[in-house]
């Protein structure tokens, strides 16, 4: 079998591991990424990303010419993409733009064009209603009509496409999965001592952006009900909401049990969480976010939850988005924005440390089965052939 995958995902060579997996589950299999040649990531990465040709056996990533260098929705590829196409041939095509992208109709043009006669899937992440106008709502039907499959990264995003009228199959998996030998349990004392964390301290972790929508001013609140108990907050990350969470910790007087971490390389994230005896994702569903074609967000995933759980750090998430799903009965949820039941998480972690060692084991059991880049590699190949 022959797949090509296409996206500005794989610019960072950390989120190709699922597809290297993939490209040696078994004989027989090539994988090609495609990618664009310059991306501009913005966030945290500020520089244009400038990618390479890679080449590992049956697995490559080949950058080719591309129009928009930092929008997603209006990626193209240039003319060296047709004879990438014509080479490589491929079974499966499967653009990870979503189901509004110029780059998803340019893959599926050239297919029929070149009579390639290859599968089109594409893959999204988006999780809630829209609509659309002319000419987008155009650019939308074209695709869903020529698409044979779709991976979708949580069930809302599945549901909301049935409800738009597509009746083929899908698979609902995330589009990365998570590196075990990087994300496991591993002790961390130079960096305990360097944070001034103590054995018997409980250590309660939040790793994003420091925004309204993740919730994490909930968290400090949340918090300022268990004063009483011996709990440090390692704050990993950046954000609008820095100075506030601040002013909120010295309002409630203990400023001096947060540690602050500036964002790190994600290769050197797993370090941090191993200083956590729980990991909390208390992000909060919005409707003041606006686009062209729709309104709001709510949690797609939350990869850092599965990443906790290879470490075997026990985890507690809101109910937003698709949270709940990936946590299962292997952690603790509680309704995004109540201060009381979250306080009632964080204690019944802090006041039972059996009860923490159980449910960070039962979180790693999950994450292994489930979540690997290796169990995703096999999900993929299987719908993969079931088309």
């Not at 797949?3 to 950390?14: K, T």
């Not at 004879?83 to 780059?103: C, H, M, N, T, W």
């Not at 009900?225 to 954000?239: Q, S, V």
């Not at 909390?280 to 919005?286: D, F, Q």
Request: aromatic letters at 10%.
């Amino acid at each position: 079998m022959k797949i090509l995958v296409a996206s500005h995902s794989y610019i960072v060579d950390l989120n190709c591991e699922k597809l290297r997996v993939l490209a040696n589950l078994e004989p027989g299999i090539e994988v090609t990424i495609v990618v664009p040649k310059r991306w501009k990531p913005g966030g945290v990465m500020k520089d244009t990303i400038e990618t390479r040709y890679r080449e590992e056996g049956s697995f490559r990533v080949v950058p080719i010419s591309n129009f928009s260098q930092n929008n997603q929705g209006l990626l193209t590829f240039g003319a060296d993409l047709i004879s990438l196409l014509k080479s490589f041939r491929p079974d499966i095509i499967q653009v990870e733009q979503g189901s509004k992208s110029f780059a998803y109709a340019q893959f599926i043009t050239a297919n029929r064009l070149l009579n390639l006669k290859a599968k089109n899937l594409f893959f999204t992440w988006w999780n809630l209603p829209y609509t659309l106008q002319f000419p987008v709502s155009l650019l939308e039907t074209y695709n869903l009509k020529n698409t044979d499959g779709i991976v979708v990264g949580n069930q809302d995003g599945a549901k909301i496409l049935r409800d738009r009228g597509y009746t083929k199959k899908m698979s609902i998996m995330p589009q990365l999965g998570v590196d075990e030998s990087l994300f496991c349990p591993q002790s961390q004392p130079e960096l305990s001592a360097k944070f001034g964390i103590q054995p018997d301290d409980f250590v309660v972790g939040f790793v994003g952006r420091f925004v309204p929508e993740k919730g994490i001013l909930t968290l400090v609140k949340a918090l300022e009900n268990l004063r009483d108990r011996n709990w440090k907050l390692l704050l990993l990350g950046r954000g609008e909401l820095k100075a506030e969470i601040q002013q909120q910790a010295e309002k409630f007087g203990f400023s001096d049990r947060l540690i602050w971490i500036e964002s790190v390389p994600h290769a050197e994230v797993y370090r941090y969480i191993n200083l956590m005896n729980t990991l909390v994702l208390p992000s909060e569903t919005t409707y003041q976010f606006k686009t062209l074609t729709s309104v709001g967000w709510k949690e797609q995933f939350g990869h850092v939850l599965i990443e906790a759980m290879a470490c075997q750090v026990p985890v507690i998430g809101s109910n937003s988005g698709e949270i709940p799903n990936v946590i299962a009965d292997a952690g603790l949820v509680f309704p995004e924005g109540n201060v009381e039941q979250l306080s009632d998480r964080l204690a019944r972690l802090i006041d039972d440390r059996e009860f923490a060692t159980d449910l960070g084991q039962r979180g790693y059991q999950r994450a292994m089965a489930k979540y690997t880049n290796r169990a995703l590699a096999k999900e993929l190949l299987e719908f993969y052939r079931s088309l």
